[in-house]
């Protein structure tokens, strides 16, 4: 008998600062045929943000629907606003066969698993946390105690590893991304 080759639910989550998006971005440029889930949110687009390339841009009523109907898979409010994935898209995808990447936080990571407890949850770790502290704070952008505040919930985010199936030390993004894509095509009797 065959053994099925199905691709399941994947979620990327790690501390701030660890490398989530760039190692998404290069997962996007170079696997196409991953299908990386399209969050809503209710921020204001950015300049050059398009609805459905970046987000789906939502009012606050509208995402107060999208919850009340149960059609998030999870969601999170950050830093005044609210972001959330949608779930039909999600499970469509994965039903036509196509693998299917979530990059989301931590609370979000912990609701996927809750809502869908056969995806895989893969922890973005970084090298050390010496060069965590040099990535967070190398980007002089923000100021000495936002800087603070990001590396004390590293630390929280840090500690959660545990609760992940997979631990990927972000130290290439080409290797994270090849080890990523691994275990996003795996057979589903493993």
Not at 134 to 160: D, F, N, P, Y
């Amino acid at each position: 008998m065959a053994v099925e080759v199905r691709p399941r639910l994947t979620v990327l989550s790690g501390p701030s600062g660890v490398g989530k998006s760039t190692v998404v971005a290069h997962m996007r440029k170079v696997h196409p045929e991953v299908w990386l889930s399209v969050s809503a949110t209710t921020r204001k687009p950015r300049p050059g943000e398009r609805d459905g390339v970046q987000y789906f841009f939502v009012s606050d009523d509208e995402f107060d629907k999208l919850i009340a109907n149960g059609e998030l898979l999870e969601w999170a409010e950050f830093a005044g606003n609210r972001y959330g994935t949608p779930r039909n898209a999600v499970l469509e995808r994965l039903e036509s066969g196509e693998p299917v990447l979530l990059e989301i936080d931590l609370q979000g990571a912990r609701q996927v698993k809750q809502a869908m407890p056969d995806s895989r949850l893969v922890f973005l770790a970084p090298p050390n946390w010496d060069e965590l502290v040099r990535r967070l704070t190398g980007r002089g952008t923000e100021s000495a105690e936002v800087i603070e505040r990001r590396l004390t919930v590293a630390k929280v985010e840090l500690a959660s590893e545990s609760e992940f199936d997979t631990t990927l030390v972000n130290t290439s993004v080409e290797d994270v991304a090849r080890e990523l894509l691994a275990l996003m095509t795996v057979s589903s009797g493993e």
